[in-house]
């Protein structure tokens, strides 16, 4: 499975984008690119996957370089309900593999007034 | 849709006794994943269940077990509890098995072994 690296830690403005940076140079051209995150003490919730175009859905973007080998998740207009760890994951997507999640250590975003 | 519901929220146990959670997922999916959580090891996946059979198992000693019935809901066991078995577990139902799939959790179930 491919290792995801994020920074530990990320603050952001109340209002103002927040743009959270994955790598992930060891990602194989059958491998999803997923971003959970997690409030305190609160199961992880689903935000967005994409697997080489970018994406967009009503909480977050996503986009995923030419190479693949990084991403960023965009929260367009950051609150501070948004204040949580977020997770970059890259999963295998075929069928036979399962569907296992290798939850590294995450960002720690801090959206602040 | 109801979401994905974990019973119980809380559990008390000692050392040596044995615990059964349970997970029901969210109508139609029929994969169940199970994960631990603590504050050493973060997240880690403990096993995957689709169509009644484990699909993928995790890094955890025999101890930890798991079951999905012909309705998808799934039960997880642990055995000769330890006190490193304090953690959250969480429970993550999918529609199909497979990374195209998104997974979503529920609210876990808090195991505190004394």
């Known amino acids: 499975d491919a290792k995801t690296t994020q920074p530990p830690s990320m603050d952001c403005a109340e209002g103002r984008a927040a743009n959270l940076p994955c790598n992930h140079s060891t990602i194989s051209g059958n491998e999803y690119v997923y971003w959970y995150r997690q409030i305190h003490s609160q199961g992880p919730q689903y935000i967005i996957h994409g697997l080489k175009n970018n994406e967009t859905n009503e909480m977050a973007s996503l986009i995923i370089t030419e190479d693949r080998k990084s991403s960023t998740l965009i929260l367009p207009h950051a609150t501070l309900r948004d204040t949580a760890v977020y997770y970059c994951i890259v999963r295998p997507g075929f069928y036979n593999q399962g569907g296992k999640l290798i939850f590294g250590q995450g960002t720690e975003l801090s959206v602040k007034p | 849709k109801a979401g994905v519901t974990q019973t119980p929220r809380y559990l008390i146990k000692t050392r040596g006794q044995q615990v059964t959670l349970s997970c029901s997922p969210i109508?139609?999916?029929?994969?169940v994943s199970w994960y631990q959580q603590t504050p050493g090891q973060g997240l880690q996946f403990l096993f995957e269940?689709?169509?009644?059979?484990?699909?993928n198992k995790g890094n955890f000693p025999g101890r930890f077990s798991g079951r999905q019935f012909s309705n998808s809901r799934s039960e997880m066991n642990v055995s000769t509890l330890e006190l490193g078995d304090s953690a959250l577990y969480l429970c993550a139902s999918s529609l199909e098995t497979g990374g195209r799939n998104e997974q979503f959790f529920g609210p876990g179930t808090r195991l505190t072994v004394l």
């Open positions: 269940y689709f169509s009644e059979t484990q699909r």
């Open positions: 109508s139609g999916h029929r994969s």
